[in-house]
């Protein structure tokens, strides 16, 4: 079991997002995770074959076949995950400090790779799935085209009022705004 190899999956359907670590009915508070959900029969049943921890959903329609899935362990310890959201602007890489956005991000797409440790304890073993690497790619808005190019106009009227050296624009004078 020591010789497992890492995951790459193209196009991942994720759910069960819990990326804050959120502590919930069946997620003690800290816990980052999330689920993949296995479109590759093949993969699934040679992962599961690997000692990978593959839980398979009942099917509510007695014709289509039960659904595999992984739950996926996202730990910043010793060895984080690199994490990059892709859009039409770049990559952006996040960390531990900014990864919640995830929880509710719009997701179009998603490639990752899992990293296998496999555990032995009292006498059961298995290998439990972490986040190595996972490219995010965002959904657009619709109106980011027409707004992307405008200059925030906010940023100008944060001023100081031009009358003292330590009015920061919050002094209350009638020139400040």
Not at 49 to 73: A, C, F, H, T, Y
Not at 75 to 84: E, L, N, V
Not at 123 to 150: C, F, H, P, Q
Request: aromatic share 10%; proline share 5%; hydrophobic share 35%.
């Amino acid at each position: 079991m020591s010789d497992i190899d890492a995951v790459n999956i193209e196009n991942a359907r994720i759910g069960f997002r819990n990326f804050s670590g959120k502590e919930g009915k069946f997620n003690p508070a800290g816990n980052r995770n999330f689920a993949i959900f296995l479109d590759d029969m093949e993969l699934a049943k040679q992962m599961e074959k690997d000692g990978w921890n593959i839980r398979w959903l009942k099917s509510r329609d007695e014709n289509e076949p039960d659904q595999p899935m992984i739950s996926v362990k996202v730990a910043f310890g010793k060895i984080p995950p690199k994490i990059i959201l892709v859009s039409r602007k770049g990559l952006s890489q996040i960390g531990e400090d900014e990864i919640n956005i995830l929880d509710w991000a719009e997701i179009a797409n998603v490639d990752l790779t899992l990293r296998p440790y496999a555990w032995n304890v009292s006498g059961k073993s298995g290998v439990k799935a972490y986040l190595k690497t996972m490219y995010v790619t965002i959904a657009e808005d619709n109106w980011e085209d027409k707004y992307e190019e405008r200059p925030d106009s906010a940023q100008d009227s944060i001023g100081g009022c031009g009358r003292c050296e330590v009015c920061d624009g919050h002094c209350g004078s009638p020139e400040a705004f």
